[in-house]
């Protein structure tokens, strides 16, 4: 079981688009929290490709969660795509898709 997470940005349209490879856990979310917050610094809309996460624990969802409520507080656009199987049911099952929209895939971006 690999511990890793990699990340990749690219842009579509106006968005900028940050995959997450690997795995969003107690061990990585540290990691992961301070590279996306990077980003959404400098950007006014970031979109987190979940295609290439293999898994994502409580504490990957609270990364989620604090840079969701932070793009809020500076009214800049944070959304999600990709999500399926397990990482899709675990969003759900948390509220995330309350919280944050969701699109199936990154040509559905807005």
Known sequence: MSTEIDFKNTTHNDWKVISIIGRLDTVTAADAEQN????LQENDKVAIDMTSLDYISSAGLRVLLRLAKQAKRVKKNFVLFGASGMIKEVLEASGMDMLVKIYE?????P
């Open 36 to 39: 996306l917050k990077t980003v």
């Open 105 to 109: 895939t990154q040509e559905d971006l």
